[in-house]
């Protein structure tokens, strides 16, 4: 369907809605994923984020969950806050 935009202010609000509902829902439809090796147990993920990360034998663990797009707030958070980067997202 082609759509006439009648003004930039137009496109521009377009394409900022295609940007949420494409881009940052594709990147956030990823899973978090808890590198074992480096993970130090120290909870901080789990702090942040108890809805997707708890401490299981000492070392993190990612919830299964159908869609973690609700937590990307979150999880960005536990992200960034991991002393030793043990947190990636994979689709």
């Known amino acids: 369907m082609i759509t006439k935009f009648d003004s930039l202010d137009n496109l521009a ?3 900022a809605d295609f940007y ?3 881009f940052k829902h594709n990147h956030f439809n990823m899973k978090p994923q808890i590198n074992k090796e480096l993970c130090i147990g120290c909870g901080a993920c789990e702090s942040i984020c108890p809805d997707v990360f ?3 034998d000492g070392k993190s663990t ?4 159908p869609d973690y797009t609700p937590y990307q707030s979150k999880i960005e958070q536990a992200i960034e806050a991991c002393p030793v ?3 990636s997202l994979e689709k």
């Not at 990612?62 to 969950?65: A, P, R």
Request: with cysteine.
């Open 13 to 15: 609000a377009c394409l």
């Open 20 to 22: 949420l509902l494409y």
């Open 54 to 56: 708890k401490l299981d």
């Open 62 to 65: 990612v919830i299964d969950l």
């Open 85 to 87: 980067q043990a947190i």
